[in-house]
């Protein structure tokens, strides 16, 4: 990702300062990239002077970008060390794809609405994010075609583990992921050990809503 000058930088700094360290993301490549990744570009012009608060904000089509805390509580969780291929559901802004692209080796990303889907391209191909492919589709179908993945995280919440997902999931892989109903989730941390499922869960949030054949209807 290319640099230049950046008057968002200390409200970036403060952000992870306040909102992410005191609150123990400790993995020091997560904080990083969250000092690095220009989430102001993510949201529309007149939202810029709140990109870095506390909060989700509004993208358009009634969906969100996350809180920078639970994007980085989500990708601290994800423990990535630079090798890794991931699979990401749910583009949205395109914000926490570029981070991941930060981390990992290569990130496949699918997001089901056009317009947002060709919005993020744009922005990662503008930031030099040459790592990343978007494509629009039907995220819990997986991307068959890239599996297996060693790491994939889904931005919107769902009733259960997509089945397909578990599948395109590397042996000795991790999956994170919102559990529950269309209200309130649980932080869901899945493992691949032997063929097998393991599951832990890592905190309440609250996700816009997965929608496709293994999750909610449109
Ligand atoms: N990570 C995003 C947050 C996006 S909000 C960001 O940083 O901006 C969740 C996104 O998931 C929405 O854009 C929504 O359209 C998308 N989505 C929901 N269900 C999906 C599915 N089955 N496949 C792909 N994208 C999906």
């Known amino acids: 990702m290319e640099r230049a000058y950046d008057p968002f930088e200390l409200p970036r700094a403060q952000m992870v300062a306040e909102q992410l360290v005191r609150r123990a993301i400790t993995d020091e490549r997560v904080l990083a990239a969250m000092r690095k990744v220009p989430r102001h570009l993510f949201v529309e012009e007149a939202l810029r002077g709140r990109a870095y608060g506390d909060h989700p904000l509004p993208i358009g089509e009634e969906q969100t970008i996350s809180q920078p805390y639970i994007v980085a509580l989500m990708t601290q969780l994800l423990e990535l060390q630079g090798r890794e291929k991931v699979l990401e559901i749910g583009t949205g802004s395109g914000y926490q794809t570029a981070v991941l692209a930060e981390l990992a080796r290569r990130v496949c990303s699918i997001e089901r609405l056009p317009r947002l889907a060709e919005r993020a391209r744009g922005l990662l191909e503008q930031l030099g994010c040459v790592n990343v492919w978007v494509r629009v589709g039907s995220g819990t179908l997986g991307w068959p075609d890239e599996a297996p993945f060693d790491r994939i995280l889904v931005t919107a919440g769902g009733p259960g583990v997509p089945p397909p ?54």
């Open 165 to 218: 997902l578990f599948q395109q999931l590397a042996e000795s892989g991790r999956m994170v992921l919102p559990i529950g109903d269309a209200e309130n989730q649980r932080l869901t941390v899945v493992e691949k050990a032997g063929g097998e499922m393991r599951m832990r869960e890592a905190g309440e949030c609250k996700f816009v809503k997965l929608v496709g054949k293994y999750a909610w209807e449109a």
